[in-house]
């Protein structure tokens, strides 16, 4: 099994940036990619971003301000978000597909909360 735990939330002005990080451990050698999703109240979980080896894919909201990115060394993958808007107000959860018993499964991060307000 894997496990997810994220930092770096909080409270930031429109326009501004935050960092989010995202620290793995358990079997971390079967991970297949990483990815962060966020969930706004009232709405379906959406997913952000995601990284495979060195290649990021994006939500369409999100392209030009956030970037993914992924540390295999130290099984880690960071959320720089820059122009930070109300709408990006969501709790964030980092996930991870990994291998186990044959198949790729999901798991994911507590969650952390991101702010956006004046």
């Known amino acids: 099994q894997v496990q997810l735990v994220e930092s770096g939330g909080g409270l930031v002005q429109p326009g501004g940036s935050l960092r989010l990080s995202c620290a793995a451990s358990?079997?971390?050698?079967?991970?297949?990619?990483m990815a962060w999703y966020r969930q706004a109240p009232g709405e379906q979980r959406e997913m952000v971003a995601r990284i495979f080896v060195d290649e990021p894919t994006y939500a369409d909201s999100v392209k030009a301000r956030f970037t993914i990115s992924k540390d295999n060394g130290k099984h880690t993958s960071d959320l720089q978000m820059n122009f930070l808007r109300p709408h990006d107000t969501a709790v964030y959860y980092c996930?991870?597909?990994?291998?186990?018993?044959?198949?790729?499964?999901?798991?994911w991060g507590q969650g952390t909360q991101v702010t956006v307000s004046s």
């Open positions: 996930n991870a597909r990994a291998w186990t018993d044959g198949k790729l499964t999901d798991y």
């Open positions: 358990g079997r971390v050698f079967t991970i297949y990619d």
